[in-house]
């Protein structure tokens, strides 16, 4: 009885820390898992508007090159033309 009364004492917070530590750990690493979760839709985001932006460069840059290659055409008929004349 004297080692009930002796240890009892220091049972119950020891108990109490590992119940605490236990479902702390738990929530430790679904918070952990939460925040990775979070940080990887930001950076999915992110690259999707990086995604974006590029897509809508490159439609712009095509469009510019069409008319650079109509410009191109135009110019070489002229210079054809004048080579033409010139014999």
Same mark, same amino acid.
Request: glycine share 4%; charged share 35%; hydrophobic share 40%.
């Given at each position: ?13 020891? !108990? /109490? ?13 679904? #918070?952990?898992? $939460?925040? @990775? %979760?979070? !940080? /990887? ?13 590029? #897509?809508?460069? $490159?439609? @712009? %840059? ?26």
């Amino acid at each position: 009885m004297d080692l009930i009364q002796t240890i009892g004492p220091y049972l119950i917070p020891v !108990a /109490t820390a590992a119940v605490g530590y236990l479902s702390g750990r738990k929530k430790s690493k679904a #918070e952990a898992n $939460i925040s @990775e %979760l979070e !940080a /990887t839709s930001k950076a999915i985001e992110i690259w999707r508007q990086l995604a974006q932006d590029l #897509e809508k460069q $490159i439609k @712009e %840059l095509r469009e510019h090159v069409i008319k650079l290659e109509a410009e191109n055409e135009k110019l070489y008929d002229k210079i054809y033309e004048l080579e033409k004349s010139q014999k």
